[in-house]
């Protein structure tokens, strides 16, 4: 567990060393003020009880207050219903995908402490700050939300930003960088119509740092502007299909 920010009464925390064996690495996000915590994408059941573990040394976890599925991958909700039959957090997921939360084994018990977010997004008090739940269909999910907080202002950003094979906290050399991240966002982003749209969206924010659910974290304004841009022209997903699909013969 590393820190993002700090200051007396608030602080972003990045886990990121859970993986194990052929599990896609992720960072988990937690975001603590006053007290209290909200607690970002936290992964997959073979995950739960180190991430569950390493949130209860930071809060008591009674003070665990939600829990945020960005979409519905099992690297983001797997665990869903550890959190929610062991704790009193109640969660947030995208209104699409509410009826295939059962899937993963969430009990008829704790169904009911799910709120949809609708497609519009919205905004969250954790014990006195507005974390905004900011719309990114179809980056990559057709149902797709990030978190932005303003106090630290940090925009969470899920599997957009995401890097694949760096072992590095934080992007030092964006250039050198995109090895990691171009081939990924090719493939998994829908297409540039909806990247151009989320560029357009988070240039009104004050942002500091964008830490997606995998790989290195953007920090500083500089490679924020880069990495924005960068999403901003990118061609990828529908962008680079053919007229027509391969017969295997």
Request: glycine content about 8%; some cysteine.
């Amino acid at each position: 567990m590393f820190e993002l920010y700090q200051n007396d009464s608030h602080a972003n925390l990045c886990v990121n060393d859970l993986s194990l064996g052929h599990m896609v690495d992720a960072n988990q996000h937690i975001i603590l003020h006053n007290g209290k915590a909200f607690l970002l994408d936290p992964g997959g059941h073979k995950i739960f009880s180190r991430l569950f573990s390493q949130v209860a040394e930071q809060i008591p976890i009674k003070d665990l207050q939600y829990i945020f599925f960005s979409h519905q991958d099992p690297d983001i909700i797997a665990s869903a219903n550890g959190w929610l039959m062991t704790t009193e957090a109640n969660a947030f997921l995208p209104s699409l995908w509410i009826r295939f939360i059962t899937h993963f084994g969430v009990d008829s018990m704790v169904i009911d402490r799910i709120t949809p977010i609708e497609d519009q997004g919205m905004v969250v008090d954790l014990a006195g700050v507005g974390l905004k739940i900011i719309p990114a269909h179809f980056l990559h999910s057709p149902g797709n939300f990030q978190v932005y907080d303003p106090v630290s202002k940090i925009l969470y950003t899920g599997d957009l930003g995401a890097s694949v094979g760096t072992k590095e906290r934080f992007v030092d050399d964006f250039d050198a960088h995109l090895t990691y991240m171009e081939g990924f966002h090719k493939r998994y982003m829908a297409g540039s119509r909806a990247m151009k749209a989320w560029a357009r969206t988070v240039r009104q924010l004050d942002i500091e740092t964008i830490a997606p659910q995998h790989g290195s974290i953007f920090r500083g304004r500089e490679l924020v502007e880069r990495f924005i841009d960068w999403v901003d022209n990118l061609e990828c997903g529908i962008d680079l299909l053919d007229d027509s699909f391969p017969i295997p013969s």
